[in-house]
């Protein structure tokens, strides 16, 4: 199977062909392997005198070096993102998640003569009673006091990854070397 020195391709076999090895991030010696280091350098990892680093595609989607209107700038080797996010309220807008309610309870028709709660009934508010020991049917309107729904979920890991098929990416080793324009 002929390539260009350098070439990735996908390959839906159990083995590297001869001449081709797996992209999985291997250091090779420079002295075995000079065509293909004159090409990557050490773009993907290894020292630059001795030995040099082969792309690593395990469980990487392949995105193009360079800039387009609008998009993020990849120089050629360059890696991101992660499999995994913890979701924290930081990495959220602002909003809030309003909440209802009712209170099935008799209470008092008259104002208020205590200012505890202990064995008395909601009665019409006064600045500083709100309570009554008698409770005379329809309850009078309240005033609420804001709710606010608890913090949910733990900041547990979530996987943000797209749906995924395994295959293996090759790298040609041996071949035809790739001329300059």
Request: contains cysteine; charged residues 5%.
């Amino acid at each position: 199977m002929e390539g260009t020195v350098g070439e990735i391709r996908m390959f839906a076999g159990n083995f590297a062909p001869r001449n081709w090895a797996y992209c999985q991030g291997q250091i090779i010696a420079i002295q075995s392997n000079t065509a293909l280091f004159a090409i990557l350098g050490t773009v993907y990892g290894g020292n630059g005198t001795t030995n040099f680093g082969l792309p690593n595609m395990s469980g990487r989607t392949p995105v193009g070096a360079g800039q387009g209107p609008g998009l993020s700038l990849y120089q050629i080797g360059q890696t991101s993102g992660t499999e995994n996010r913890t979701l924290t309220s930081a990495n959220l807008p602002a909003h809030t998640h309003p909440v209802a309610g009712s209170i099935l309870m008799p209470a008092s028709t008259v104002l208020g003569n205590k200012d505890a709660p202990q064995g008395s009934y909601p009665a019409f508010f006064t600045d500083t009673e709100a309570y009554n020991t008698a409770s005379n049917g329809a309850m009078a309107p309240l005033q609420l006091s804001p709710l606010v729904v608890g913090q949910a979920g733990n900041s547990i890991p979530y996987s943000s990854r797209q749906p995924v098929l395994g295959i293996n990416y090759i790298i040609c080793m041996f071949g035809v070397f790739p001329a300059r324009n």
